[in-house]
């Protein structure tokens, strides 16, 4: 890269703010908004469902019961269609948001917490959603910092 390319460069390219450095210009979303497809009931459900395990994480972790309690609610996670629907309907911020919940479910999927032991994968009924999401995000599905 020469010392031209370099000046012509802006800060925001590189996800830099002038005023906030390297956060972004709006502090993240906390929730996700009420069903970005309808007024579905299910679909509203799962995204507090998403919620409410991303809020009970840590304790899961503690207690070593993370793909116990993720598994226990398998049956409201929807299947690849819907998981692509939502992500296509969803803006920057709402993608942002379940790119980041989805992935600390999936990390703690694989690492497991207390005396669980990891294991060598994600079940499709989590990693629809993810891989739909990082896909939509030109991002791998990792979780990254």
């Known amino acids: 890269m020469d010392s031209e390319t370099i000046q012509e460069a802006s800060v925001e390219q590189f996800g830099v703010s002038v005023i906030r450095g390297f956060l972004p210009e709006e502090d ?3 929730y996700f908004p009420k069903s970005p497809l309808s007024s579905d009931f299910w679909k509203q459900e799962y995204i507090a469902l998403l919620f ?15 793909r116990q309690e993720i598994q226990r609610r398998r049956e409201f996670f ?6 692509k629907n939502l992500v296509q309907r969803s803006d920057a ?5 379940l790119m980041r919940t989805v992935s ?4 703690a999927w694989v690492w497991g917490g207390k005396d669980e032991g990891h294991t ?21 599905p ?3 910092y």
């Open 78 to 83: 929807p299947g690849a269609v819907w998981a």
């Open 120 to 140: 060598d994968g994600v079940p499709p009924f989590l990693s629809f959603l993810w891989c739909a999401t990082a896909e939509k995000l030109g991002c791998p």
């Open 28 to 30: 993240p979303q906390r």
């Open 93 to 97: 911020r709402e993608l942002a948001w």
């Open 104 to 107: 600390f479910l999936g990390n």
């Open 52 to 66: 409410e395990c991303a809020q009970e994480l840590p304790r899961w972790l503690a207690a070593g019961c993370v």
């Open 142 to 144: 990792i979780l990254s």
